[in-house]
């Protein structure tokens, strides 16, 4: 019994541990990894480094052609995109009304202050 008593603590740690540390960290990576293998031609993306550009070409999921500029066109590695800006079958105006109608009572507080 005392050993279960001196083995508590550390498992409680490491429960707490896994919900706000381990948890949290695998879903990102997933979501990361699922939106790697769903970049498209088209696709506004920014890679770890800062540059923004469009997707010109995918090379089996490995090697992306993003033009960053008018006739630069440079090869990034699919694991070094951070963020998809923009997809490019989704029409803007739609999307960004979907997302204010589905904001949470915090963000409609705070757009409610900005307007004022």
Same mark, same amino acid.
């Given at each position: 019994?005392?050993? #279960?008593?001196?083995?508590? =603590? ?10 706000? #540390? ?8 997933? #979501? ?29 999921n490995k090697e992306l052609l993003v033009q ?22 989704? =029409?803007s105006n739609n999307n960004q009304d979907q ?18």
């Open positions: 019994m005392e050993q #279960l008593g001196g083995l508590l =603590p550390l498992i409680l740690i490491f429960v707490v541990f896994w919900f706000l #540390l381990i948890r949290p960290q695998q879903r990102k990576i997933k #979501l990361h990894r699922e939106m790697i293998n769903n970049l498209k031609r088209g696709d506004k993306i920014v890679t770890s480094g800062g540059i923004i550009g469009t997707i010109s070409k995918v090379e089996d960053i500029s008018e006739n630069v066109t440079v090869n990034v590695a699919s694991g070094m995109v951070s963020e998809l800006i923009q997809k490019k079958d989704l =029409p997302i204010k109608k589905s904001g949470s009572i915090l963000s409609s507080l705070f757009e409610k202050k900005n307007k004022s």
